[in-house]
């Protein structure tokens, strides 16, 4: 049971690999209504690479943990370098001297941007938030892990999931709820970040890692299907009556069907999803490192 979330899903593989196609949709909005609803249908990804990250987390211990904490957090320092670079460029084009610009990135209030919503200081990271996050939550779970077997205990995933579900609610009520209202859904910054998004979805594929044992070698994932279109088709209704919003109940319940489908059925029956080239798409740096190799080794 301990190396159940370690081994390799196939069918988690390949949920992966659509969602890093999702996320474009996500940034690139498409002309007319079917636009909208695509961008609607693609919001479970987030969600679901989170999830995955947490699914792979919930029974390692704090070597594991700090590896996978290291190598994001060296990926992170990578991107930030070449972004770095790149605004120093920026400002020497704008006629400013790039020591200046370097000084203007150690401002405190840039400190407090990255603790908080995880956004740095840099051109054109508004997508790293993803990256930042997870870097910050491996270190929260290595952290608490440590200290529950410091004092001779298991992380009380059970406590932790209700803990996710209640920062969702929070997240949905001021985003989603508020647009139902008729009224302005708050600044997304204070939404999208590791703890109204990031740590509720990774504790929630912890705690369903935990409880996988229940829906392991189970075939029948027709039910579970059904409800993955059920949530797609309330992601739109939603879509359509609050309007566009970070988050849906839909798309955070389809990302946790998808993933319970994985769980109960980890070999994939699409045979083109043990070719090379699906689980090659999950070494995108950017997207799907966090999520895949990063939370497997």
């Not at 049971?1 to 988690?12: D, G, I, P, V």
Request: proline share 6%.
């Amino acid at each position: 049971m301990a190396q159940r979330a370690s081994r390799r899903n196939e069918t988690l593989d390949l949920m992966k690999c659509v969602a890093i196609y999702s996320v474009i949709f996500l940034h690139i909005l498409l002309p007319g209504p079917i636009g909208q609803a695509v961008n609607c249908l693609a919001r479970f990804a987030v969600p679901l690479f989170f999830l995955s990250s947490g699914y792979f987390s919930w029974n390692s211990d704090g070597r594991t943990l700090a590896r996978r904490a290291g190598r994001t957090g060296r990926l992170l320092l990578e991107v930030c370098a070449f972004l770095l670079a790149f605004g120093c460029v920026l400002a020497l084009r704008r006629g400013e001297a790039a020591a200046a610009y370097l000084r203007g990135r150690l401002d405190p209030f840039f400190l407090k941007e990255i603790l908080l919503y995880q956004v740095l200081p840099l051109p054109y990271a508004w997508p790293m938030w993803f990256l930042t996050s997870l870097f910050f939550i491996y270190l929260l779970w290595w952290a608490m892990t440590a200290a529950a077997r410091r004092m001779g205990k298991k992380l009380p995933l059970g406590a932790l999931a209700a803990l996710a579900v209640g920062l969702l609610a929070i997240h949905l009520s001021l985003g989603e709820v508020r647009g139902l209202l008729g009224l302005s859904p708050v600044n997304s910054l204070w939404l999208r970040n590791a703890w109204l998004d990031g740590f509720p979805f990774f504790a929630l594929g912890a705690w369903m890692g935990e409880r996988g044992e229940k829906l392991e070698g189970k075939q029948r994932t027709a039910p579970l299907w059904a409800g993955v279109v059920l949530c797609a088709l309330l992601s739109l209704l939603e879509r359509k009556l609050a309007g566009s919003v970070d988050l849906y109940l839909g798309s955070a319940l389809t990302a946790m069907l998808l993933l319970a489908i994985a769980i109960r059925s980890p070999e994939s029956p699409v045979p083109c999803s043990k070719r090379p080239s699906v689980s090659a798409a999950g070494g995108s740096p950017f997207i799907c490192s966090p999520s895949t190799s990063l939370s497997t080794v």
